[in-house]
């Protein structure tokens, strides 16, 4: 059996494995199914055992997975929700996140170049990983999924514009200036497809749901599709037009009966979900560069150090968009939830690899750190805002607005 044939049959089984694995051990406590996804990467990659080994072909499929992954985070996000002091202090959280994580991994790292890698990973957070977990916890359109949601869009979107604008291989200037028109074009696309009704469009995707046709979710990939090689063609990272495919399809589909929506978020989240996006965490497991972790005590050193900086560069100052009253557990929590990150960490690494930026044994470090920030942040996060539910509201704090 040749590798990719190989490839073919083991990526699905580990998806299943991950899946039987994150129920079960779900009844016990919750984690998120993509620390599986990796682990068991990892193990029966190259790292390990050595079963299955990455080629392009499931390495092109991981990309369309991390696009999807963006697009779906995309999707999510309710700016008429967040709008106002959630977005507004999240955005300034993150600013704070991006100037602390350059001026701390500036100081550590050889080069300006890998310390401006380093710093925009630890400012991210992976909004597509807690999406999941609030929506299971029930907690989506609560104050504090509300603050959450927001923090993750800015930690999401605000390390896809620095990519952008310091790793795009331009001149600082002119990468703003080709930003600004990437922007403009997709808030003209965002603006018509609010303004308009579609009222024929939508009686073809309604009479499509249920056949072969399936425009909805054709004219969902002509949508990624299109504004990821714009983004490409630009000069951008794919995943900035990943991202604001979602937010635009979320625009459009909103003038779509209720019914038909709901039948169309669910094709998307099994197309996503069940398909690319498990693809693209075990490629993370298979791609994951073990020995190099390990052969350097540097790298073994780094990785706590790196693991607690997600927490004071990231995580604190997600505090801003806390909720007004929120007890100190659900401000934790937040905290928790701040520093979880691993999509942007895995895709900066990847560019810093790929152009000789970073080591392999100091990328390795830090997406171990993002792993690990999955694995345990998202639990401790959830298990604080359980505290603080089950708790009786302090003094003072009874109806205060979000």
Same mark, same amino acid.
């Given at each position: 059996?040749?590798?990719?044939?190989?490839?073919?049959?083991?990526?699905?089984?580990?998806?299943?494995?991950?899946?039987?694995?994150?129920?079960?051990?779900?009844?016990?406590?919750?984690?998120?199914?993509?620390?599986?996804?990796?682990?068991?990467?990892?193990?029966?990659?190259?790292?390990?055992?050595?079963?299955?080994?990455?080629?392009?072909?499931?390495?092109?499929?991981?990309?369309?997975?991390?696009?999807?992954?963006?697009?779906?985070?995309?999707?999510?996000?309710?700016?008429?929700?967040?709008?106002?002091?959630?977005?507004?202090?999240?955005?300034?959280?993150?600013?704070?996140?991006?100037?602390?994580?350059?001026?701390?991994?500036?100081?550590?790292?050889?080069?300006?170049?890998?310390?401006?890698?380093?710093?925009?990973?630890?400012?991210?957070?992976?909004?597509?990983?807690?999406?999941?977990?609030?929506?299971?916890?029930?907690?989506?359109?609560?104050?504090?999924?509300?603050?959450?949601?927001?923090?993750?869009?800015?930690?999401?979107?605000?390390?896809?514009?620095?990519?952008?604008?310091?790793?795009?291989?331009?001149?600082?200037?002119?990468?703003?200036?080709?930003?600004?028109?990437?922007?403009?074009?997709?808030?003209?696309?965002?603006?018509?497809?609010?303004?308009?009704?579609?009222?024929?469009?939508?009686?073809?995707?309604?009479?499509?749901?249920?056949?072969?046709?399936?425009?909805?979710?054709?004219?969902?990939?002509?949508?990624?599709?299109?504004?990821?090689?714009?983004?490409?063609?630009?000069?951008?990272?794919?995943?900035?037009?990943?991202?604001?495919?979602?937010?635009?399809?979320?625009?459009?589909?909103?003038?779509?009966?209720?019914?038909?929506?709901?039948?169309?978020?669910?094709?998307?989240?099994?197309?996503?979900?069940?398909?690319?996006?498990?693809?693209?965490?075990?490629?993370?497991?298979?791609?994951?560069?073990?020995?190099?972790?390990?052969?350097?005590?540097? =790298? +073994? $050193?780094?990785?706590?150090? @790196?693991? /607690? !900086?997600?927490?004071? &560069?990231? #995580? *604190?100052?997600?505090?801003?968009?806390?909720?007004?009253?929120?007890?100190?557990?659900?401000?934790?929590?937040?905290?928790?939830?701040?520093?979880?990150?691993?999509?942007?960490?895995?895709?900066?690494?990847?560019?810093?690899?790929?152009?000789?930026?970073?080591?392999?044994?100091?990328?390795? =470090? +830090? $997406?171990?750190?993002?792993? @690990?920030? /999955? !694995?345990?942040?998202? &639990?401790? #996060? *959830?298990?604080?805002?359980?505290?603080?539910?089950?708790?009786?509201?302090?003094?003072?704090?009874?109806?205060?607005?979000?």
């Amino acid at each position: 059996m040749n590798s990719l044939s190989l490839a073919l049959l083991v990526v699905p089984l580990i998806a299943v494995a991950a899946s039987l694995i994150a129920t079960v051990v779900g009844r016990v406590v919750k984690v998120p199914i993509v620390v599986f996804e990796i682990l068991l990467g990892i193990i029966l990659g190259p790292s390990l055992l050595g079963w299955v080994q990455p080629d392009e072909f499931t390495t092109a499929l991981a990309d369309f997975g991390l696009a999807m992954l963006f697009f779906m985070a995309g999707t999510e996000i309710d700016f008429a929700v967040i709008r106002g002091r959630p977005l507004t202090r999240a955005a300034l959280g993150w600013a704070i996140s991006l100037a602390a994580g350059l001026a701390v991994a500036i100081a550590f790292t050889p080069t300006l170049e890998a310390g401006v890698i380093v710093g925009i990973a630890l400012g991210s957070t992976a909004l597509g990983t807690l999406l999941p977990v609030l929506r299971d916890a029930g907690e989506l359109h609560t104050p504090f999924g509300t603050a959450v949601i927001a923090v993750g869009a800015a930690g999401e979107f605000g390390p896809l514009l620095a990519i952008s604008l310091f790793l795009s291989g331009r001149n600082p200037g002119l990468a703003a200036v080709v930003l600004l028109g990437f922007a403009v074009i997709a808030a003209l696309a965002i603006t018509v497809a609010a303004r308009g009704k579609y009222t024929g469009l939508n009686r073809l995707i309604s009479a499509t749901l249920h056949t072969s046709g399936q425009l909805a979710i054709r004219l969902v990939v002509l949508i990624i599709a299109a504004l990821v090689v714009l983004s490409v063609v630009l000069g951008l990272d794919m995943l900035l037009g990943a991202f604001a495919a979602g937010v635009l399809w979320r625009v459009f589909v909103a003038h779509a009966q209720p019914a038909d929506r709901h039948v169309v978020e669910i094709k998307l989240d099994a197309i996503a979900f069940g398909f690319l996006v498990p693809i693209f965490f075990v490629n993370t497991g298979l791609t994951f560069d073990l020995p190099a972790l390990l052969g350097d005590p540097t =790298a +073994l $050193v780094l990785l706590p150090v @790196l693991l /607690v !900086l997600l927490v004071l &560069v990231r #995580g *604190l100052p997600g505090l801003l968009a806390a909720p007004v009253g929120s007890s100190r557990a659900d401000k934790r929590a937040i905290v928790f939830f701040s520093a979880t990150g691993l999509p942007v960490i895995v895709a900066v690494t990847t560019i810093g690899t790929d152009t000789g930026l970073l080591t392999s044994a100091l990328a390795a =470090a +830090l $997406v171990a750190a993002g792993m @690990l920030s /999955v !694995l345990f942040f998202p &639990v401790l #996060g *959830l298990a604080q805002h359980q505290r603080s539910t089950a708790a009786p509201p302090a003094p003072g704090t009874a109806g205060a607005a979000p």
